[in-house]
Nanobody, 123 residues
């Protein structure tokens, strides 16, 4: 199963970006999905997750109120709308899918991972 993350780039603090994650062949249509990130020199951390229908949203406290996760079932695409970006949001962002229908905050529950997309926020 392949997941493809895209949409990263270089922005200034306070600006917005939208990340996308697709699964060719609709392989994870009935799975939950989530976003994780890994900043330089730090461990990978949970950002947000969603269930197979686009509900049951989970969001990390560090991004709550600024990041919004969503999912379009028809296109099997997951999004992460990132607003009011801060320099501490700089990281490689990964999309992932577990084997079950809901998302999770636990990285160990995810079976499939995308290649990551780099987000750099300059202050």
């Amino acid at each position: 199963v392949q997941l493809q993350a895209s949409g990263g780039g270089l922005v200034q603090a306070g600006e917005s970006l939208r990340l996308s994650c697709t699964s060719p062949g609709r392989a994870v249509t009935n799975n939950g999905m989530g976003w994780f990130r890994q900043a330089p020199g730090k461990e990978r951390e949970f950002v947000a997750a969603v269930d197979w229908k686009g509900g049951s949203l989970l969001t990390a406290d560090s991004v709550k109120g600024r990041f919004t996760i969503s999912r379009a079932y028809a296109s099997n695409t997951m999004y992460l709308q990132m607003d009011s970006l801060k320099s501490e949001d700089t990281a490689v962002y990964y999309c992932a899918a577990p084997l079950f229908a809901v998302g999770s905050r636990n990285e160990g529950n995810y079976r499939y991972w995308g290649q990551g997309t780099l987000v750099t926020v300059s202050s």
